[in-house]
């Protein structure tokens, strides 16, 4: 009997950035997983990181990206730090041959994501980029039916996409931001870890405001969805008061003519959020409601498929990414959300950047540069 080499193997990994959402998402579902072990941690403050590693059961608390990869034990990592981090500590764990699981954004620029992309396919490394949503059966079924043609030729999409996250972009606390008389969706009980004030309110950190952090996932998901090339983008922000944007509407022309219109913000009222995708072809249309759970196909023939709703836990997968890592480094499944997705998304967040604040459309040429019209 042939014996698969990976089959006993348990999956040595670090998380650069033991912060707030890697102590959410990311540690515990590490912990979760049969063939993962958490060998070691990262963050800035030598207390902090030990804590940390005493309480997710890490072998090693480090402060540095060096003290973590000099042992050579490590399989794989998750960089999980604010995104103006992410490019030396990826290309740094990239570097020494390591599988690489990125937050969102992947970085600041679009040149800096497709360095790393290059990186890790010239090292045959698994690289994924944390989108959640690419693992829902939903989103997983819609892009099936779109690359299969059940829709025909793709002609337009819109999106309307709103999050709890205007406190954040303050720089407010954690209770300021989602202490209210009714409860968010998400996120609303105070965390092991809050976010650093400055994570999301200071551009030198988050890179901007809504459009680095929410248009990330909404553009890698139209990657996602359609495979498709972005040939311009014209976009106008409005910062809400903030240092940063936090109302963004964007229009996207892909290869081939698909329309896009993406309106998106982080100041809706308490009571509700919305992520709303409307995709209409030539001979169909998509219908789907991301937190809700909620997706309808209507073909041309007018036989509607309503298909059943997600379960509350299936709407935002937030352990799915670091499972994945883990499975797609031992060969044991596919690479659900490729960092590809996020070097898409940092070509729409860097063009968008660029016409709310020249004005004009912004088209990418055939080498991935941005360019005025």
Excluded at 148 to 163: D, H, Q, R, W, Y
Excluded at 246 to 254: E, F, K, P, R
């Amino acid at each position: 009997m042939t014996t698969n080499p990976t089959e006993k193997k348990i999956l040595s990994c670090g998380v650069i950035g033991a912060g707030w959402w890697a102590c959410e998402a990311h540690l515990p579902a590490l912990n979760a997983h049969p063939r993962a072990q958490i060998t070691a941690v990262q963050k800035r403050s030598r207390d902090a990181a030990e804590k940390v590693a005493r309480d997710f059961g890490a072998t090693r608390a480090c402060t540095t990206v060096e003290e973590m990869l000099a042992p050579g034990d490590l399989d794989a990592v998750i960089i999980a730090s604010t995104p103006n981090m992410h490019f030396a500590q990826t290309k740094a764990a990239l570097e020494a041959g390591l599988h690489v699981l990125i937050e969102k954004p992947m970085t600041l620029t679009a040149a800096e994501a497709e360095e790393l992309w290059d990186l890790a396919e010239s090292r045959n490394l698994r690289f994924l980029v944390s989108c959640p949503w690419h693992y829902t059966s939903h989103t997983i079924e819609a892009a099936r039916l779109i690359r299969e043609g059940a829709l025909g030729e793709l002609k337009m999409i819109s999106v309307l996409m709103t999050n709890f996250l205007l406190g954040l972009y303050e720089g407010q606390s954690w209770e300021h931001t989602f202490s209210q008389e009714t409860e968010t969706a998400q996120n609303a009980a105070k965390p092991y870890l809050e976010p650093n004030r400055s994570s999301y309110s200071d551009p030198k950190v988050a890179g901007g405001g809504h459009v680095y952090c929410q248009i990330s996932h909404v553009a890698a998901l139209i990657d996602f969805l359609t495979g498709k090339a972005v040939h311009d983008v014209f976009a106008r922000f409005d910062r809400g008061g903030t240092s940063v944007d936090v109302y963004n509407a964007i229009n996207l022309t892909l290869d081939g003519g698909t329309l896009v219109s993406i309106a998106s913000h982080g100041a809706p009222i308490h009571t509700d959020r919305q992520f709303e995708l409307r995709i209409y072809g030539t001979r169909g249309m998509l219908l789907m409601e991301l937190w809700k759970g909620t997706m309808e196909f209507h073909p041309a023939s007018g036989k509607v498929v309503t298909y059943p709703p997600l379960a509350e836990d299936e709407l935002y997968p937030m352990f799915a990414p670091a499972r994945n890592l883990v499975d797609c480094a031992l060969g044991l499944a596919p690479n659900g959300s490729p960092a590809s997705h996020g070097v898409f998304a940092m070509g729409v967040i860097e063009a968008a950047c660029e016409s709310a604040t020249t004005g004009l459309n912004v088209v990418r040429d055939l080498e991935r540069n941005l360019v005025p019209l």
